[in-house]
Nanobody
């Protein structure tokens, strides 16, 4: 079974940092395009950042460029989102997604991030 499981969400103050993890099983990260998405109530999921299967290309949404960083640990098969200098508008449910080479898509269950003082 191919699954991804997010963790690391929680409450953080504005200007603080948080690291989200996405642990994959049943497949390897190097065979998928991995991405983080954010959803707030009443809106669709917004693409935050992604990395290609080769790991050579990463892209970020303008809203997080320079503050968030994605990375992969192939040894542990875990995908990360490092969130620095967070803002109240970063609040939302964060989802990890794997786009498989055969066309399938795997979504995690999401992890809540709340930025508030």
């Amino acid at each position: 079974v191919q699954v991804v499981v997010e963790s690391g969400g929680g409450l953080v103050q504005p200007g603080g940092s948080l690291r989200l993890s996405c642990e994959a099983s049943g497949f390897t990260l190097s065979t998928s395009i991995m991405s983080w998405h954010r959803q707030v109530p009443g809106k669709g999921r917004e693409l935050i950042a992604y990395v290609t299967s080769s790991g050579l290309t990463t892209e970020y949404a303008d809203s997080v460029e320079g503050r968030f960083t994605i990375s992969r640990d192939l040894a542990s098969n875990t995908f990360y989102l490092q969130m620095n200098d967070v803002k109240t508008e970063d609040t939302g449910v964060y989802y990890c997604k794997a786009a498989r080479p055969a066309g399938g898509v795997i979504w995690g269950q999401g992890t809540q991030v709340t930025v508030s003082s």
